[in-house]
């Protein structure tokens, strides 16, 4: 049995939608290879043609069955005033027929544009909350389920991000498309380059990887954390989602796979570095293809930094994944 098949093997009892358009398109990038003297490949996830696209549509394919086929009514998640998560998640609960709920933390905008504006189009009910303190806003959305359930209502709880096991289930999927297109094209990648945030991506990657024996690296570019932390929530999460699909596995083949670099962080989450700057107007001007500030430009400015100091091979393949967010561009 080859990658992908010992990877779809293990996932074919799982419920899922299919709102996302599958297998992503997964191409060369010539101009930029050109540039950087090394092989490089994107794989498009912000084509996965379901709201503006992104990651965060793979992670709901699950999560959204998993509250349909249990007989909830609706859904509720938070986030940033301008989270690609809850703009994923209201569009996925109204095309479904669920009324969702969004806790929204930080200032109010005077103007609701982006994210926010697309959050409106699809009909959520939003809350905003001024602090960004975790603990007020888990607080905020723990009374408004309350406040639904004496409705008579059944809300779905989303985590941040879809990073739970059962969303990661998507990404582990999303290894098998990578199998499956090294195997069909003879193309070997040897290297996997992404943005790591919530870290469900690089966990369900990790997990995938872990099932099908493919012994390339997978390097998360933290986005809102430090290393030692990002490495451990993507541990969580990967053995999460292996213990959830019945997959044994030893250990150390978990540990040896997490790979994350912190180092185009920059002052914080969603504050912009030149070099996340320089990375989003190259992939324009090279490719046509948009970044955003937060997290995909961030692990542009990664690739491309490891690439100028010769940590890539000119003849290994390397794989960079767009998760989405150029929506972030519009604030």
């Known amino acids: ?39 490089l490949y994107c794989k498009r996830d912000d084509l996965t043609a379901f709201a503006f696209g992104g990651n965060k549509t793979r992670k709901l394919d699950y999560l959204v069955m998993d509250a349909i086929s249990t007989g909830y009514d609706s859904l509720i998640s938070f986030g ?13 609960g109204s095309v479904n027929g669920l009324d969702v709920f969004l806790v929204l933390s930080g200032e109010k905008p005077g103007k609701e544009t982006s994210n926010l504006l697309l959050d409106r189009l699809a009909g959520a009910n939003i ?20 406040e639904l359930k004496n409705k008579g209502r059944k809300p779905y709880y989303m985590p941040v991000g879809g990073s739970v096991a059962r969303g990661s289930l998507g990404y582990i999927r999303a290894m098998a498309e990578i199998m499956e297109y090294s195997e069909t094209s003879g193309v070997d990648f040897r290297e996997i380059i992404l943005a790591s945030g919530s870290a469900g991506t690089q966990a369900g990657l990790l997990a995938g990887q872990v099932i099908c024996g493919w012994q390339g690296h997978i390097r998360g570019m933290a986005v809102s954390r430090p290393r030692d932390e990002q490495e451990q929530i993507v541990l969580e999460i990967a053995r999460d989602s292996l213990d959830f699909i019945g997959y044994e596995y030893e250990e150390q083949s978990l540990t040896s796979g997490i790979h994350v670099d912190d180092s185009y962080l920059g002052d914080g989450y969603r504050l912009i570095t030149p070099g996340c700057r320089q990375a989003i107007q190259d992939f324009v001007r090279y490719e046509g293809i948009f970044l955003d500030e937060v997290y995909t430009g961030k692990a542009a400015a990664g690739l491309i930094d490891y ?25």
């Open 307 to 331: 690439a100028k100091k010769g940590k890539f091979s000119s003849q290994e393949p390397v794989l960079f994944i767009h998760t989405g967010g150029s929506v972030q561009l519009f604030e």
């Open 127 to 146: 809350t905003f909350i001024e602090s960004t303190e975790r603990d007020d806003i888990i607080k905020e959305v723990n009374k408004k389920i309350l």
């Open 80 to 92: 940033a005033v301008q989270s690609n998560w809850c703009r994923m998640t209201a569009t996925a």
């Open 1 to 39: 049995m080859n990658k992908s098949d010992l990877i779809l093997d293990c996932l074919k009892e799982i419920p899922v939608l299919e709102m996302s358009i599958l297998p992503t398109p997964l191409h060369r990038l010539n101009n930029m290879s050109a540039r950087l003297s090394i092989d």
